[in-house]
């Protein structure tokens, strides 16, 4: 065990924190997240608001609580981390407190792929507790800012063709198509997510292993014509990628086709 403290109980007049107990029952949920330090194999595992024994000792403005922890057991199971207190001897018998207790593992799985902690003793009955991964957090919103300053985000090659000569790289998919009536169109699904970002996404598309470049988006009546731009390089070989997704502005959004290397696809929405 790294270190760990007493916290102080308040209520917060809110029922939400508060659990709706009558007066207010201090009950604040527990909590617990993980996080790589930097240049380091460890992670820093941080468990607030579960009881722990206590010791009482005497300070000037009275008695002070301090966990009687010696060490922690820790053990993992499928998606879950367990964690058991070991106190020690001098804890007294009617001393417990609400505690905020941190320590190290490795970082790598199978800590890293935990979900849920339990602390396992007499005091906190087995209660369960969503772990937040701060590193894994940081991680996709880093993702997601480099998504949205350039554009767009192939998905994973599902079939390719290498070492493939490109002609007039990159102009290889600028021809234009013509749409056949009653011809049915291959979907895209624009998702509207609650955090304000649009995305469209595209299915089985054939595209360059690799490009350097931007995209950019030029409405045409009800049709969204997306085109690399800035291209600085891309790679001779091709590949059919699952998906490919582009951040859609609001000024985009009302669009009902989309077209993208001389394909044309029929929008369809999704709330999420």
Known sequence: MEGGTCIENKTSGDPMNDAGAVGGDQALPPMAYIEVAEDSGYAAVVVERVKVACNQIGGFAGMIEQPALDSLEISVAGDTLYVKPLVGDSAGTECACQAKFFFRVGAESPFMNTSLLVVIDQLNLGNRMQIYNKTAEKKKEQERAAFLER?????????????????????????????LVNVELPEATLSIHDNGDNVLILQNVMDYCGVNAKISQEMVGDTLYLEYTDVVDVTDCMCTFDEFRFAIPDENVNARYAKFNGKLYMIVRSIS
């Open 151 to 179: 554009g767009f985000k192939a998905g994973r090659c599902i079939a390719g063709l290498d070492d493939v000569p490109v002609a007039n790289k990159p102009a290889l998919f600028k021809d234009s198509v013509t749409v």
